[in-house]
């Protein structure tokens, strides 16, 4: 119990606790925002982004993915595919990409190509809540990931401040055998069935609650939704291996052996984003109750700047932020440019890994995203808005 529950836990447990208090003891208000930002945070997004890494790794297993052998095969191809990993949803492809250029596989180009195209775990909530939009923002991200990297390594050479030697050693295990504890997994399965058929209908702007006949003034869909969050939470927070699975630092996808590891690596990058995705519902929704402030109205005076103060909250490493910016773009508080603009400017979490193993060139290619994330957020913002 000591190696579950260690100290990160602990503080993990107490956020959950918040959680709950502010969802049955806080004042009516906030009782209600927080209970239905829970329950919308995991009808909206964590049922989408569950099946969408269940198919991905279904699909990673069958064809046995070999990123080592694909990047040696094709040498002149390295940017595009970059740039195609970096705009896959999530952090994962990104980290490969990073990981490939600190062990030398891959050139400064690529890091560029694919630190300008990820948009990290934002694609997840974008896809869920606005999934043409997504496709969009997708097609500009890596046509200008593969522009952006193509320059760059006219600039700079292939070869520009590439390491020799292999991924250390301390990072290639960075991802270990998923670990839910228990049979929690199962649970966690078990909602997330029917919680899906909610999602589905709730994207379609369906009264799922009329589903359930006499119950539906019980408002079922928001309790499914608001304990499938909570169990999402719980299982982040008493898990040692609480950050993404999808890959290890060493750039090779992690072996699937059976059902049991296929579903505990879906169950730990569900739940991670899930994290996130709250924390970002519930700051948005107090936003608005406490401050009383009319965000809109706000952002429409400085309307001219809010592109670059997207460019730049791109910069903060992790996906937390970067949610936050997704989430005020689809409640109408930002305009699509600023979107754009902090699509192309984040990193996700690659943006750690490449710090730790490469700091000089993690902190060029991210200020060098900076310059077609401008670019696309105010071409777009005064041609198109």
Known sequence: MEKILNIKSYYRILLLGLLI??????????????RRALSDSYIAVTTFVAVTL????????????????????????HVPVAALMGAMPGCGGAIIVITQFVSGRLGFGSVVAVLTSTMGDAAFLLLAREPKTAMLVYAISIVV???????????????????????????ESHVEKPNVVGYLKYLWLLIL??????GIGNAFQIDTDEWFG???????????????????FFMWSINPN???????????????????????????????????????????????LLSGVDLAMLFSVWSPLIPLMAVIIGFIPGCGPQILVTTFYLN??????????NAISNDGDALFPAIALAPRAALLATLYTAIPAIIVAYSWYFFME
């Not at 991905?56 to 095969?73: A, G, I, P, Q, S």
């Not at 006499?214 to 999402?232: D, E, H, R, V």
């Not at 109408?332 to 603009?341: D, E, F, W």
Request: a negative charge; proline letters at 3%.
């Open 145 to 171: 990931g593969i522009i952006s990297g193509y320059i760059v390594e006219k600039i700079h050479g292939r070869d520009f401040l590439r390491k020799e030697h292999e991924t250390k050693s301390e990072f």
């Open 332 to 341: 109408g508080i930002v305009p699509l440019s600023a979107q754009m603009g």
């Open 214 to 232: 006499i119950l539906s003034a019980m408002q079922p869909t928001l309790w499914a939704g608001f304990f499938g969050a909570l169990l999402s």
């Open 21 to 34: 208090w502010l969802s049955f003891f806080a004042s009516d208000n906030i009782i209600e925002v927080v």
């Open 242 to 288: 609480a950050g993404p699975s999808i890959v290890n630092l060493s750039g090779k996808m992690t072996e699937t052996k059976g059902l049991n590891i296929h579903l505990e690596r879906v169950v730990i990058d569900t739940n991670f984003v899930t994290v996130w995705v709250i924390f970002a519902f519930i700051i948005f929704e107090l936003l608005l």
């Open 54 to 77: 269940g198919l991905f790794y279904t699909l990673e297993h069958v064809c046995k993915l070999d990123t080592d052998k694909l990047l040696n095969k094709y040498p002149n191809w």
């Open 193 to 198: 069935i029917p919680g899906f058929a909610l």
